[in-house]
């Protein structure tokens, strides 16, 4: 599978330039993990840290979920990764996980905020809050946050998958 990416075009409106940034910067981490094995996915980057592509998907899957379902959505939606006794659960691989179920939930998680965003304006505020804070935020905000969240994380892969194969790019 060749993950295809596109830069959106330049004269989209607000809502297609953020939809179009975050949909590239999802296909970014997918186009980062292909071609490589589950022990090269689960291959942390540098010791002592326990970064790796596969826990980055992981962790955006938990990401997806959270601020498209549980706080935009207001939907009771447990992390799949993390717990409150292991906040750096997505992190923390084994054997037994593989890139084809991080993969699915990831998607899953991708489908669902596509689906709860299309309910919502730019400026309509989430149904739901921030677990710590209690805030609200408008669409334009997670949407903002996202691509933020996504770009940095794709920094780290590129780190991540050059160390492992010598693949540099974008």
């Not at 075009?9 to 949909?23: F, N, V």
């Amino acid at each position: 599978m060749t993950t295809e990416r596109r830069m959106p075009a330049t004269t989209l409106d607000e809502r297609a330039m953020l939809e179009g940034w975050l949909e590239f910067h999802r296909k970014t981490l997918a186009f980062k993990c292909e071609g490589l094995s589950d022990e090269q996915l689960r291959s942390a980057a540098v010791e002592p840290s326990n970064l790796s592509l596969m826990g980055l998907v992981r962790h955006m899957a938990d990401v997806e979920r959270s601020w498209f379902r549980r706080v935009l959505a207001d939907e009771d939606a447990a992390p799949l990764y993390w717990s409150d006794e292991d906040r750096d659960g997505e992190f923390r691989l084994t054997e037994a996980d593989t890139y084809q179920e991080a993969y699915a939930a990831w998607q899953a998680e991708i489908e669902t905020a596509r689906r709860n965003a299309a309910r919502f304006g730019l400026d309509d505020l989430s149904e739901g809050a921030h677990r710590r804070t209690g805030e609200k935020f408008n669409l334009r905000w997670i949407y903002t946050h996202m691509i933020e969240e996504y770009a940095r994380h794709n920094g780290h892969a590129d780190l991540i998958r050059e160390r492992i194969d010598g693949s540099t790019g974008d």
